[in-house]
């Protein structure tokens, strides 16, 4: 069951967090792994570690804002079976407090870059007549979040990209949805913390942790399997669709 095997995939911020977790997953399924990211040396350190395992991965050094560079990247790789969303940054702030160059930074890599991979990828896979596309939403796109008005923003649009790219392309058999996790432990929280709760980390990781009524935050483990049985042939009756993996966060949360 969920065999990937011999399918083109293609994941964007893979070189660490949730990204990394779907490579590594992904790879392990026997999929053709092509990982996507800005940071290059961490990228190289990824797929060394895949193909030591016997993994089938490529590195592809990628702004996703760029959509030339975009474009050019899925030239060379010229196929995509299952496409995985994954890059993007945070902000702290309101709508009154948020800087413009911060909202559009947020807007670019988070709205833009999704846009800019599904534009490149959808071509590939109406040509196939199949396809999978997975989004990284948030709990975000379903509730608010104290002082997360730009963030809040850019998921809201993923989730309303994953709707229309779901409800367009449907004849084409190509299935897309999204994923919206509540806070999940990566090297982006700690040094999301680190530059915004200087000396109260612990304090901070503690209660952003309990926010969950589980009591803890998710592992990009967890997160990268959901997504892997939405990528699989297991899956093929599910399009247009939002699943939740927040610890009961959005429904428990009262």
Sequence with gaps: MFSLKNKTTVITGAASGIGKAVAIVFAKQGAKTHLLDINEEALDIVVKELTGNGGNAVAHKLNVVNQAEVKAVFEKINTVDILVNCAGISNIGKADTTSEKDFDNVYNVNVKGTFNCLHEAIPYMKRNKAGVIINMASIASNVGL????????????VLGMTLSVARDYISDGIRCNCVS????????VDNFLAKNY???????????????????MATPEEVAHLILYLCSDEASFITGCDYPIDGGFIKLNN
């Design 198 to 216: 200087p000396g109260s980390e612990a304090e901070m990781f503690e209660k952003l942790s309990k926010s969950q009524p589980i009591g803890r």
């Design 181 to 188: 996790p509540a806070r999940v432990h990566t090297p982006f």
């Design 146 to 157: 104290q002082d997360r008005f730009a963030y809040s923003m850019s998921k809201g649009a």
